[in-house]
């Protein structure tokens, strides 16, 4: 007798991710109205903590995520979306006032400090 025979044996279904639900949520956009670093850490204004919880509303997901600063990529990663999904929904958030958005390099940042930066950013997506 098989595992799959056994009684009570239940069998998980796993289906791919979708990727026609992140791209409704940005309205088929691919490209933010404010360009974002992955690094950029992202952070819910007052404004946004009054967005109410709403699991369908990506709005709400990510004010809700950014309750503490998380990079863009964290974002991405939370929400299991491509990062130029979560680059969109970040902008437009920002837009609205409720996101506050700080990037951790300066245009005058060395080779040496982006170097680090990216090095913390691969470490922090592997403990994800």
Do not use: K
């Not at 979708?18 to 690094?39: D, K, Q, V």
């Not at 991405?76 to 999904?85: F, K, T």
């Amino acid at each position: 007798m098989s595992e799959a025979d056994r009684p009570g044996f239940r069998r998980e279904q796993r289906s791919a991710p979708s990727l026609a639900r992140p791209y409704a949520w940005t309205e088929g956009r691919t490209r933010p109205i404010i360009e974002l670093a992955i690094e950029a850490l992202v952070q819910t204004t007052p404004e946004g903590h009054a967005v109410p919880y709403n699991r369908a509303s990506p709005a709400s997901m990510v004010t809700q995520l950014c309750l503490r600063p998380r990079s863009v990529a964290e974002i991405a990663a939370h929400l299991s979306v491509p990062l130029g999904v979560a680059r969109v929904l970040v902008s437009d958030l920002l837009g609205a006032g409720y996101v506050l958005v700080r990037d951790t390099l300066g245009e005058d940042a060395s080779w040496d400090e982006r170097h680090d930066l990216l090095e913390r950013v691969l470490s922090g997506l592997r403990t994800l």
